[in-house]
C-alpha cells in the first residue's frame, strides 16, 4: 500500500525584539557615535528599512528579520526587529532560545562612515574618534559588541510564547538550568 502523510507547519509569528543598536558612549576601539551620526543612523532605519543578519554575514541565508523602526533615547538608538519566521529560518527559534536562557547577545551595526574628527575624552584618557556621519547598511546580533552598551532584549511576551522550560538559579553557584538538581554543584533547587 502506498500511505503518505503531509505535514503542513502552522505558522507562528515569533514576534518583535527590541535592543540598542548603538550609543554615545566610547567603544572598545575607542570610537563613539555623534548625535548627528546617531541621527543618521535613525534616519537610515526609517527610510531604506535594515536587515538584521548573524555576525555580519551578509548573504541572504544570514537575515534574521528586518530592523522595522528606531528612535533616539537619551542617547542610546532603540531599534524594534521584526524576526523572521521561525519556521522557516532555523536561526530564529536558536536565537529566541539564547535570549530565554539568559544568554547575552549584542548588536553591531555596519555602514559607510562619511566623517569623522579626533577628540580626547577625559574618561578614557586618550584622544578618539568621533563619528559624525555615518550611512547605515546592516545590523547584526554578535557575541561580542564593539559598544558594551549595545545589547538584544526579549519582551516577556515572546519569551513566554517560545514555549521553553523555565530556568532555575542555582542559589549555590548561579547556575542556570531546568533541572530539580544543578549540574554543576548537584545542589537541590
Known sequence: MN?????????????????I???????????????????DMIDGIKREGINLFGNHEHN???????????????????VKIGLDDPITNPKVPMLLNKLKRGIKLGLSVGG????????????VGKKIKVLDSVEIYEVSVVGIPSNKDSFLTI??????????????????????TEKENCPICLTKL
Open 112 to 123: 559607510n562612515v562619511k566623517s569623522f574628527k579626533w577628540e580626547y575624552d577625559k574618561a
Open 21 to 39: 543598536a548603538s550609543t554615545s558612549s566610547v567603544d572598545r576601539d575607542d570610537e563613539r557615535m555623534s548625535e548627528k551620526a546617531l541621527a
Open 3 to 19: 500511505d503518505f502523510n503531509f505535514i503542513i507547519p502552522l505558522r507562528k509569528d515569533a514576534g518583535d525584539i527590541t535592543g
Open 60 to 78: 541572504w541565508e544570514n537575515t534574521l528579520g528586518v530592523v522595522k523602526d528606531a528612535n533616539l533615547s537619551g542617547s542610546q538608538v532603540l
Open 155 to 176: 519582551p516577556q511576551a515572546i519569551a513566554k510564547s517560545a514555549r521553553l522550560p523555565e530556568l532555575k538559579k542555582c542559589f549555590n553557584c548561579n547556575t542556570k
